[in-house]
């Protein structure tokens, strides 16, 4: 199991352009769909304690799904995968830096993934929606809570505030 955990953050490493929330739809269709490692409430569950954690969300997000399955080696086996893949590209692009800079090829390829990044954005926030259950209720607060932080509000305090409010709302039922 730890080294299909391995081979599998691996993967998901190495085939994710564009950030940890990238990743999301990679690490749900294999750790959910296809290895049937986690529930799908499980899953969000742990991507909303990932998020929630300082830190890169990538590295936080393999660290917990490592842990629930496999604990303490699971959660270090996770995180080697998850971060491998970045650490390569990193020190190869580092070396070859100079002769790649303003590469027409290279520019035309980024350009080129920027809008498959856009998609694999759009995925998690889809799924996150469906799973979220909002009722005519509820569905004010994410529309409230993402108007707030484009005006310049600090997520930490659109969390706080969601933080008492839920409580209010259960100390008031």
Known sequence: MLLRLFLTFLKIGFFTIGGGYVMIPMIEREVVQKRHWLENDEFLDLMAIAQSAPGVFAINFSIFIGFRLKRYCGALICTLATALPSIVTILLIAVFFGQIKDNPNVEAVFKGIRPAVIALLTMPVINILRAAHLT??????????????LCGISPMWVIFAAIVLSALSTVRQ
């Not at 005519?136 to 707030?148: E, G």
């Open 136 to 149: 005519w209720k509820t569905v004010w607060i994410p529309i409230v809570s993402t108007v707030l932080i």
